[in-house]
């Protein structure tokens, strides 16, 4: 556990040296998917205790298991668009394996979103975390990659808009059967 805490410090703080170990390094695959899912985890709680405080208790579970399912499908989808795009656009030398692992660890700074539900605040922690792991994500993949500067820009906005636009559909969807369910609650409740 050490040595896991460890890299993700390494992650976190941009460190290229270790994007390029965990790039070529398949050991650790499974640990990859070990930070995705502490870091999905986190964010299942801020948005449960954020549900508890301004709903229902059915909505806030719905939240919770919505954020732990998505943190980890969306990190699926954003790291097989991101070897998609670089390399059918600009021919990079990547396998899917190799961006699995650079942005799982890449995910580590979202897990400030466990204080999401913070007053006024807990959001803009949040918001810093993403941006973080945005970052970090860019790092690791263009060391993952072997591209470019703008090259390696170009293939993590697209694949982050794609995830971006994912999560917005499903949440819009999941958005209304939230509230048919707080709704649902309220009623057999006797509110």
Do not use: H
């Not at 790291?79 to 699995?100: C, P, Q, R, S």
Request: charged share 10%.
């Amino acid at each position: 556990m050490d040595n896991l805490f460890n890299r993700v410090i390494r992650a976190a703080m941009l460190d290229a040296e270790f994007y390029k170990e965990a790039e070529s390094d398949t050991s650790l695959n499974q640990e990859a998917l070990i930070v995705v899912a502490i870091v999905s985890v986190a964010g299942a709680i801020g948005g449960f205790i954020g549900g508890l405080i301004g709903g229902s208790f059915g909505s806030a579970l719905l939240g919770f298991i919505v954020a732990l399912v998505m943190g980890i499908v969306n990190y699926y989808i954003w790291a097989y668009v991101t070897y998609f795009v670089g390399t059918k656009l600009f021919n990079a030398d990547v396998d899917a394996g190799e961006m699995l692992r650079v942005l799982g660890y890449a995910s580590g700074p979202r897990v400030l979103s466990i204080v999401s539900f913070i007053p006024c605040i807990g959001w803009l922690v949040s918001l810093v975390g993403s941006i973080w792991a945005l970052v970090a994500g860019f790092i690791g993949s263009r060391e993952a990659l072997d591209l470019d500067t703008t090259k390696t820009i170009i293939t993590v906005v697209v694949g982050w808009l794609i995830v971006t636009v994912i999560g917005f559909v499903v949440l819009g969807v999941l958005g209304v059967g939230g509230m048919a369910l707080g709704a649902a609650g309220d009623l057999l409740g006797g509110r």
